[in-house]
Structure formats: structure tokens, C-alpha cells
């Protein structure tokens, strides 16, 4: 009986409701800066933590690093595992990849890892990102260019793909395409002052 043509007609037509719920919930949402939420692919993800890990500087355990529009939680989750020591806040503003991301840190947790993860739910533009030893984002330009201004001197902000416009890295990832993948800057150091344009006299 659960064969017959028109229980699976139902079926069809339940599993398309929820799917087109979902789709439309989606792109309900505020496209911010229209960054969509593209997972980061290993190849950017390892070019990443080896960034976070070339300028972490040894701070106080619990030190927190932002991964400011986390998506699915992909990212977040690697650097968690990466850093044991810092307490890793994945920050997303749209409702299914935030609720991906919190499902799988229940996963994680579970499993007895990342218990130094949390994600909140929030457009990171609303929070103070102040104290933090090191922020990360796979975001667009555009919506990269505040940034700096809003974190604290000496943090390390690493950024996936796209570099933060006005200032100069402290060195950049390269994967064996030669595409740059991360974007290493230190808030507050001399390379990032050369960056700024000349004071008019
Ligand atoms: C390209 S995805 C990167 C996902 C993840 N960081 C990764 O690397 O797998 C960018 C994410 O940033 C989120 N986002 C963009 N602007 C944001 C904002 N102001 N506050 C919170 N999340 C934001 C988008 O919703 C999207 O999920």
C-alpha cells in the first residue's frame, strides 16, 4: 500500500513543500553585501589555518577568534580542532546555515570535539568584535572594508580569497595554481599604516 501511486504522489508533494519552504525561507533573507553562503574548499580552509597558525601569537588560553559569516560551520569547526587553546565564535546571520552549523557542533560535541566552538546568530556588523586575538572570513570585499577599523590593535585577520581593500597583507597563501587562497594582516602594524593614503599637508 505505501507503493501505491498515490501515497508516493503525497510523498512527492510533501518532500516539494518542505523543499520550496526552505528555498523560499532562504532567499527571504537579507542578502548582505549578496555574499552567498558558499562553503570554503579545503584547499582555502588549509591555506587559512596555515595563516592563523604562521601569526598566532601565543595568547592567553581562551583567546577568542571570530569566523565572522560562518555558513555551514565548515571553517569554524577546522579551526576549532586547529586551535584547542583559542575559543573559536562562528557568526552568521542567515537561519539555515546557521542551524546546519549548530547541528553540527551538537555532532561534534557527541563526539567529544570542538567543545571550544559556539556559533550566534547575528549580523557580525552589530557586534563589538573587541577583545579578540584573531578574526577569519570568506567574505566579499565590500563588506570586508570595515573591518579593520572595528578590531582591536595587534589581532590577526586572516581573509579566504578576497583581499581586505586598503590594506597590505603581511604575507599571502598561495595554493599550486598560484592562486592566492588567505590574506594575512596584523591590525595596527607598520605595513597596514604604509597602506593608509598620505595625509594631505
Ligand atoms: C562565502 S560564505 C563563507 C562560509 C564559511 N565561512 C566557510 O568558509 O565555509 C559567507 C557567509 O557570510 C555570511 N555573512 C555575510 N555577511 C554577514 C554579516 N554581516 N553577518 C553575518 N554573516 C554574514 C553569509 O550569509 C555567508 O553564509
Known sequence: MLLDPCFLALYAGLALGVLGTVVALEAAQPYIGRVPPIPSVPRVRRAVLGALRRHWCSTPAGARVWELGSG???????????????H????????????????????????????N????????RALEL?????????????VLRGLPGRLPK???????????PGLVPLDTHTGPTLRTY??????GSP??????PPVPV
Not at 588567505?182 to 591590525?187: K, N, T
Not at 605595513?191 to 593608509?196: D, H, P, V
Open 191 to 196: 605595513l597596514e599604516q604604509a597602506a593608509q
Open 182 to 187: 588567505a590574506y594575512a594582516y596584523r591590525i
Open 72 to 86: 555551514w560551520g565548515g571553517l569554524a569547526l577546522a579551526i576549532a580542532r586547529d586551535f584547542p587553546e583559542a
Open 130 to 142: 573587541a577583545p579578540c586575538a584573531a578574526a577569519v572570513g570568506f567574505l566579499l570585499p565590500d
Open 117 to 124: 566552538l559556539s556559533f550566534i546568530r547575528e549580523d557580525f
Open 154 to 164: 595587534g589581532c590577526v585577520l586572516v581573509s579566504a580569497v578576497f583581499p581586505v
Open 88 to 115: 573559536v565564535v562562528g557568526v552568521e546571520c542567515r537561519t539555515l546555515p546557521y542551524w546546519v552549523s549548530r547541528a553540527r557542533l551538537i555532532l561534534a560535541h557527541a563526539l567529544g570535539r570542538c567543545r
